[in-house]
């Protein structure tokens, strides 16, 4: 029996499953604190073994073993989205009225709470459409899709993680002004003032300037890598615009179903009289199901 085969490089996985599931941890810790030592191992290992599975089923494409690369996507997505789905559903009964208990006050969440839930999910969501695509994929040989792949995978890190960063190493600086760092005081310096209630400028400048640089950045990349990407060049700039723009509108509307999916609990809690109870179980239930009924339409429909 021949050796299976492997073109795949396994430290991209490795590097992308500390990194993201670093930042999965961070995400977490935005919805329960103060955080204990079993929370944050297990978000890391989430994200951690989602990356691991991901690399499993890339392994069994390459041996020409798409329906088994398929159930190794699948089984992966479906894991992966319960503990998103439990952070939409958390998210929302925090900000609810009354939806932890009559009389109990909601919470308005600061941007960076908006930011983290909104890019993390939607770009960490962009990589498993990437891999579909890619075991979909049968216009090119093994060597030629490998690559076309690690530069989408390398530009979607790009994407998802630049911002990320920026806003990690801004909280860092800014925790300086909340609290005493280190054992030395000084009675004779007045206490730091109190931050202020609203976000200025220099707030929202930190936040969304790499956002835009991050984007700014992927466009130079897909213009560098254009042919390597599998794009034609029509020789008119505005089709080669419109035929980028069809990649992007396909997913802004998978982004668009995921998310959706995801929040069908938020949905059914807008209803009155539903407990926070019911909200977590169907987080829980509802999301893995409809995953589940698409693996197995995927497999009848595009059985190879």
Not at 25 to 53: E, G, R
């Amino acid at each position: 029996m021949m050796a299976p085969t492997n073109p795949l490089s396994f430290y991209r996985s490795i590097d992308f499953g500390a990194s993201a599931g670093l930042m999965f941890l961070a995400n977490s810790i935005l919805f329960y604190a103060p955080p204990d030592i079993q929370t944050l191992v297990l978000f890391f290992l989430v994200q951690a073994l989602t990356q691991l599975a991901g690399f499993c089923s890339e392994v069994f494409l390459a041996n020409n073993l798409v329906n088994e690369a398929k159930n190794a996507f699948w089984v992966a997505g479906i894991l992966y989205v319960v503990p998103w789905a439990l952070r939409f559903a958390m998210f929302f009964l925090t900000i609810k009225e009354d939806a932890l208990g009559e009389g109990t006050q909601s919470n308005s969440a600061p941007i960076q709470v908006w930011f983290f839930l909104g890019w993390i999910f939607q770009t960490f969501f962009l990589f498993p459409l990437a891999l579909y695509y890619k075991i979909q994929d049968n216009s090119s040989n093994n060597d030629e899709k490998t690559l076309r792949y690690e530069i989408v995978y390398s530009l979607l890190s790009f994407l998802a993680k630049l911002p990320l960063l920026a806003v990690f190493i801004g909280g860092s600086f800014q925790r300086g002004l909340f609290t005493t760092l280190g054992n030395e005081t000084d009675s004779s310096t007045p206490p730091p003032p109190p931050p202020p209630a609203s976000f200025d400028g220099e707030t929202y400048l930190a936040l969304f300037l790499p956002m835009g640089l991050s984007l700014l950045g992927s466009g130079v990349i897909v213009y560098f890598f254009w042919t390597e990407l599998g794009l034609e060049d029509y020789g008119s700039k505005i089709r080669n615009f419109f035929q980028v723009g069809k990649v992007a509108g396909i997913c802004s509307l998978y982004l668009l179903l995921s998310t959706a999916v995801l929040f069908i609990p938020v949905f059914i809690g807008l209803a009155p009289n539903v407990n926070a109870t019911a909200v977590t179980y169907m987080s829980l239930t509802i999301p893995p199901f409809v995953a589940t009924v698409a693996w197995q339409l995927d497999l009848r429909f595009n059985n190879q």
